[in-house]
């Protein structure tokens, strides 16, 4: 498995202040990706990037921002958080490389963000 | 309607059985992915497939391109398999369309 760290894995919060999580992965894969899981939902896209400093939004983007200043790190911003992004975010990388396991997606173990 | 559609949601079957997990998609894809969620949260990917049928250990998957329609097959099914079983659809380089995933559960 592709080695994949999120941080921090557990959080706590209160309505309307900042939070960051961290994606932190070692093999040197081009695409990484942040997704939310919630009951009833299944995985939903946040943001992707494709590239150091190539980001793009997903399906449920507002009210998080990314960056990716270098491939191993990719970071998911709540600006300013509410109770309604409690859920459990999971990080997930893939290489991108044509044929073989290229579209594979390696996923970290996830991190659980309650929003009081 | 969801581009990606997996049937049963739930599944609660007696260890042994022989187990069968349904995804059916709308749209046109480059591969199928079927992937694993533990209970205790961790997401393992099984197979991407384009064509055909890949099996590993109990697990079979097969996908029918002019159906639209992927199954997952367990044999001699155990407690141990008991997880969320998600189907997933690569339609462009660089997001996958997932399906709700069905929960499943082997009794001993």
């Known amino acids: 498995d592709a080695g994949i760290t999120q941080s921090p894995r557990h959080k706590v919060t209160e309505t309307g202040t900042p939070v960051t999580l961290r994606c932190h992965q070692t093999?040197?894969?081009?695409?990484m990706y942040w997704y939310r899981q919630d009951p009833g939902h299944g995985l939903r896209l946040i943001h992707y990037?494709?590239?150091?400093?190539?980001?793009d939004k997903g399906e449920v983007s507002d009210g998080y921002s990314v960056s990716r200043s270098k491939t191993e790190d990719f970071l998911l911003t709540l600006e300013s958080a509410t109770s309604s992004q409690t859920s459990v975010y999971f990080c997930?990388?893939?290489?991108?490389?044509?044929?073989?396991?290229?579209?594979?997606?390696?996923f970290g173990p996830g991190t659980r963000l309650l929003v009081l | 309607k969801n581009e990606v559609e997996q049937s049963p949601q739930n599944l609660t079957a007696q260890e042994g059985e022989f187990i069968t997990i349904n995804c059916s998609y709308s749209?046109?894809?480059?591969?199928l992915h079927w992937l694993q969620q533990h209970p205790g949260g961790g997401i393992v990917s099984l197979f991407m497939?384009?064509?055909?049928?890949k099996k590993h250990g109990r697990l079979i998957a097969t996908i029918n391109i002019q159906e639209k329609h992927s199954s997952l097959h367990i044999t001699a099914s155990h407690p141990r398999d008991s997880a969320v079983y998600i189907c997933?659809?690569?339609?462009?380089?660089?997001?996958?369309?997932w399906g709700a995933g069905t929960k499943l559960i082997i009794k001993p």
């Open positions: 997933a659809v690569s339609s462009s380089n660089y997001q996958l369309i």
């Open positions: 997930a990388t893939k290489t991108g490389l044509a044929g073989g396991t290229g579209e594979t997606q390696y």
């Open positions: 749209v046109g894809i480059s591969a």
């Open positions: 990037s494709y590239g150091v400093k190539d980001t």
């Open positions: 497939l384009s064509s055909g049928k």
């Open positions: 093999e040197n894969h081009r695409y």
